[in-house]
């Protein structure tokens, strides 16, 4: 045995090595929170433009369609009109790499237009392009629905993180309440959003300019109405203040040991 291996009497006996903490409900609602993109702002509120991502991130998610939109109504070319978006969506992509920023929102974005753009040139009909949208529409509308159901609403998930509320509001029936009611007004955004831009796919072309100008409306400034309306009706109500009693020291204006006007 080399006198590396010989035990050193006085070490005493080896320490257990630490077990990673398993996370709890709360840290994984946290982190949910952080990943869907919520902010808080410096008063505690939520900072609704952040968490849209920002006049970059919603640029982002409006100029391809719109770069689409005009190439086509001005040249009625389907694939150049394509080359269009795709080049937006790129030109998005690189300046985030310049900047040094996270690339998720962009890569995710692209992503989403070139499948759209796939779609589009399969089928050779320009409404296709934002067929895409509809059945990501769907899946959240499902999911929200589901977290309703299971009274998990998503919305205190998130919101609960930005309020400091953690997980405790599901031990609150009147706060469960409060955001399950704040969850249905971002399912209704995303319903309003297939009714309204359903029938206009079914026109096919006829219906395109339509299609495309409702998909940018009611894109990400309907998301940001929806989530500050939901995040304003599922605000905690304040504490009732105590009545004031006559005589109460503790109240502006009152004297010890006045006697009562009888």
Partial sequence: MTPSENPDPTAGPPKPRPTPETPSVADLAEGYAVKAGLHRSKDGNIDVLKSA????????????????????????????????????????TVTRLVQRRPLTQALGGIALVGISAWLANTTGKAEDFYVLGFFTNAAYITGLVLSIALRWPIAGLLFGFIRNEGLEWRKDPARVK??????????????????????????????????????????????????WVAWLITKPLAPAQPLAQPGDPSQPGAQPGAPSQN
């Fill in 53 to 92: 991502g920002g006049v970059q991130g919603i640029a982002e998610s409006v100029v391809p369609g719109l770069m689409f939109l005009v190439a086509f109504t001005i040249t009625r070319e389907l694939t150049l009109s394509l080359v269009a978006a795709l080049a937006a969506a790129a030109v998005f």
């Fill in 178 to 227: 409060a955001y399950r009611l704040g969850t249905w007004v971002i399912v209704a955004v995303l319903v309003l959003r297939l009714l309204v831009q359903v029938p206009l796919y079914l026109l096919g072309e006829q219906g395109l300019t339509g299609l495309a100008t409702t998909r940018l409306i009611m894109g990400a400034p309907l998301y940001i109405l929806g989530i």
